[in-house]
């Protein structure tokens, strides 16, 4: 019997209660916050969707490794096992581990990029775009074409154009271009999945013209479950040989645990090529430590490789993929727009099309992530002009392409009757939606402004409320 409900697959040892407050308390709260997000304690929020980066639980079996954990400075036993692990997976033969992705990106890009150099992606994330131009090298995306159609569903979004790409590679010449990166899944344009065609294809493009092709895995058993759920021919296959076979088309890889192994903490660097991976052990013990811990203690190398298993249970994917489904499901019946289908780790609502009254200018999706937590306590982050933050000569802020709230869903530590709340407040905002009125800026500063700014309700009330009189005192 094929039941409907899919259920958790776990059961809770150990809680933690929520942030409850009332409306009228996270009203104060917003303000001293001045409306933005990064700047509520965490204890102030009842459901945190912010991230699900380094918010997942770790298992029993987790906090057991943590306990054995090896801490020896050089050769810990810790070590071993996640550098077999990570080899058993991706069959790299050079394993390096980071304190967590971002340090992976800097050491290699530190190693292959540079002035007059092209690294080329479906996307890049944005911490890896950031470390491939401080090297000054520059990062060009080429997603397809339907991912920049929000409504419309399409399997994998998550794709490279490759056509796109050739005819770049043709016009820089590949000499200029040390790598190209897929991220999997391609968090900046919704946590799409990459195909395994694409891949191949992509694969085959870079043997063509002699560019290693690495993955940016952080989500891979998401893609990878996501190929079998969706891809012809793979749904009688074990996520953990579509996962080995993603690896298999790839030179290398680089990871943020804090995704996909189920950790806090960590991350690792991995490739064939010894040549790179000598260099880069190099920058490691520079930045980060010896390179049997690279900044980690011992107890999260442990950690980690146990996660990188975990992960790949069939019935922790089906639940973890079926939640944001749910979540998606939801909004869409109380006819809030949205990134469709959802992504692996969440839900991004479209702003722009479900607040048309505010303008770009304004922050339609910083006023909804306000009004989110205003009505529910619930946190989520703004992608639009405040997270872009392209300014005009006089210090403007210009409009962005897209205005989202995306709903990361932490793994393992909501259940359903939490999302059901999150699809309640929604529906209250749909409600109320013309109500909400857009934000202005009171201080932004240059570098990476959505998270210090600054910024006011315009004209009187709480700006972000659904209430008809704002919420004026
Ligand atoms: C999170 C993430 C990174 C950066 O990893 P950190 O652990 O946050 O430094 C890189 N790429 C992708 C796709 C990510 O999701």
């Not at 304690?41 to 969707?49: F, N």
């Not at 897929?182 to 992509?202: F, I």
């Not at 993955?215 to 749904?235: M, P, S, T």
């Not at 939801?330 to 609502?349: S, T, W």
Request: aromatic share 10%; hydrophobic share 40%; charged share 20%.
């Amino acid at each position: 019997m094929e039941w409907k409900t899919i259920i958790e697959p776990f059961k809770i040892k150990s809680v933690e209660p929520l942030g409850i407050t009332t409306r009228e308390e996270r009203l104060h709260i917003l303000g001293t916050a001045h409306y933005n997000l990064f700047n509520i304690r965490a204890e102030k929020v009842l459901i945190d969707l912010l991230t699900d980066s380094g918010t997942g639980a770790m298992s029993a079996a987790q906090w057991g490794g943590i306990m054995t954990g090896d801490e020896s400075y050089a050769g810990a036993r810790s070590y071993y096992n996640f550098e077999n692990e990570i080899k058993g997976l991706t069959g790299f033969d050079e394993v390096i581990p980071v304190h967590q992705g971002r340090a992976a990106e800097k050491i290699l890009f530190t190693v292959i990029g540079g002035k007059n150099r092209y690294i080329i992606s479906n996307s890049h994330f944005d911490t890896t775009r950031a470390n491939v131009e401080f090297s000054g090298a520059q990062a060009m995306d080429f997603p397809v074409k339907e991912a920049l159609d929000f409504d419309k569903p399409a399997p994998f979004k998550g794709n490279a154009d490759i056509q796109a790409m050739e005819k770049f590679i043709k016009e820089k010449g590949a000499k200029n271009i040390p790598l190209c990166v897929m991220t999997v899944t391609n968090n900046s344009l919704g946590g799409q999945p990459v195909s395994m065609e694409n891949l191949k294809g992509v694969q085959n493009l870079c043997r063509k013209y002699g560019i290693p092709m690495f993955l940016d895995c952080a989500r891979f058993a998401e893609n990878a479950y996501l190929i079998k759920l969706r891809e012809k021919g793979y749904a009688q296959c074990p996520v953990r040989e579509i996962a080995e076979e993603m690896f298999e088309l790839a030179d290398g890889a680089w990871m943020s645990a804090k995704k996909d192994a189920l950790v806090n903490i960590g991350g690792f660097l991995a490739m064939n090529n010894r040549e790179w991976s000598a260099s880069a052990r190099q920058l490691l013990i520079l930045t980060e430590g010896f390179s049997t811990y690279g900044g980690l203690a011992g107890r999260d190398l442990e950690a980690i490789a146990i996660g990188l298993r975990e992960v790949l249970d069939e019935n922790y994917l089906q639940y973890r993929i079926r939640s944001a489904q749910y979540l998606g499901e939801g909004l869409l019946k109380h006819g809030v727009p949205i990134i469709n289908p959802p992504g692996g780790h969440g839900v991004y609502v479209n702003a722009k099309k479900f607040l048309p009254h505010i303008k770009p200018v304004n922050f339609p999706a910083q006023a909804l992530a306000c009004a989110l937590y205003l009505e529910g306590g619930i946190r989520g982050v703004e992608i639009g002009t405040l997270m872009f933050g392209r300014r005009d000569a006089g210090g403007h802020f210009l409009p962005a392409s897209m205005e989202l709230v995306r709903l990361a869903i932490p793994r393992r530590v909501y259940t359903q009757s939490h999302i059901d709340y999150v699809i309640e407040v929604f529906g209250c905002l749909a409600a109320g939606k013309t109500n909400i009125k857009g934000l202005e800026i009171i201080e932004a500063s240059q570098v990476l402004p959505h998270f210090t700014a600054k910024l006011k309700p315009m004209g009187k009330g709480a700006g972000c409320s659904t209430k008809k009189s704002g919420f004026q005192k």
